[in-house]
């Protein structure tokens, strides 16, 4: 099994442009979720779906950011215009049952940058 | 409101020593407790959990955790370090409701040789 793969590993971009991260969760899993990691705010659950329907976005921060699962295989976190205070590393997750009291399978991340 | 405290940015202890990393949560009902593990440029990896049963859970790489309701915590616990212990650890915490599972800010683990 190739694990959660995502892509970009890394994204340099300027601010106001457009950034979307991809991830492919592991396949038979049916939750997934997007966590955002900086220094200062530790690790943040962003949003989380189950079965491709989002169940809790409240920790997506602003209505820059949106997230899609038009599938069981692909999620997309895009955000539009992009900051600098974005810059952090985002992690996609995957989890092999319903809910979340199950062990997470992280992706390697995608370091993002905004100039 | 669950909350989760990871009082020691840092832990260092030489290798061969037993190793400590403590934990402590807040939830209003059960909690259902993690502890993740990250190493440089890596994602989280899943060492072990509690969600009933045992008050000791053992995990891998020979990781161990105490879970004590008295004292709301879930120390994570070796008896013996390795250098290749080092890494940034996760201890997450969940409630019965199925609500997200909140992540501590992480203690730095550095074995030294």
């Known amino acids: 099994d190739a694990g959660v793969i995502q892509s970009p590993r890394h994204e340099v971009t300027e601010m106001g442009q457009e950034v979307t991260l991809r991830c492919k969760p592991i396949?038979?899993?049916?939750?997934l979720f997007w966590y955002r990691q900086t220094m200062m705010r530790g690790l943040e659950l962003l949003i989380y779906f189950n079965n491709n329907v989002p169940i809790d976005d409240s920790g997506m921060p602003e209505d820059r950011f949106s997230a899609k699962m038009p599938n069981a295989s692909f999620s997309t976190l895009k955000i539009q215009p992009s900051e600098p205070r974005d810059s952090a590393v985002y992690f996609c997750a995957s989890a092999p049952t319903s809910g979340i009291y199950n062990e997470q399978f992280f992706g390697p991340g995608t370091r993002l940058t905004v100039l | 409101a669950q909350s989760v405290a990871q009082p020691e940015d840092q832990v260092n202890v030489a290798e061969g020593n037993p190793l400590t990393v403590k934990c402590t949560y807040s939830?209003?009902?059960?909690?259902?407790l993690f502890w993740y593990v990250q190493y440089p440029n890596r994602g989280l990896q899943f060492l072990l959990k509690?969600?009933?049963?045992?008050?000791l859970v053992k995990g891998s790489y020979g990781f161990e955790a105490e879970f004590n309701k008295s004292q709301t915590s879930f120390h994570l616990k070796k008896p013996s370090a390795l250098v290749s212990d080092s890494a940034l650890y996760f201890c997450?915490?969940?409630?019965?409701?199925?609500?997200?599972?909140?992540f501590g800010k992480g203690t730095t683990l550095s074995v030294s040789s």
């Open positions: 997450a915490v969940s409630d019965q409701a199925g609500t997200a599972l909140i």
């Open positions: 396949s038979g899993h049916n939750s």
């Open positions: 509690y969600i009933t049963g045992d008050n």
């Open positions: 939830v209003s009902g059960n909690p259902y």
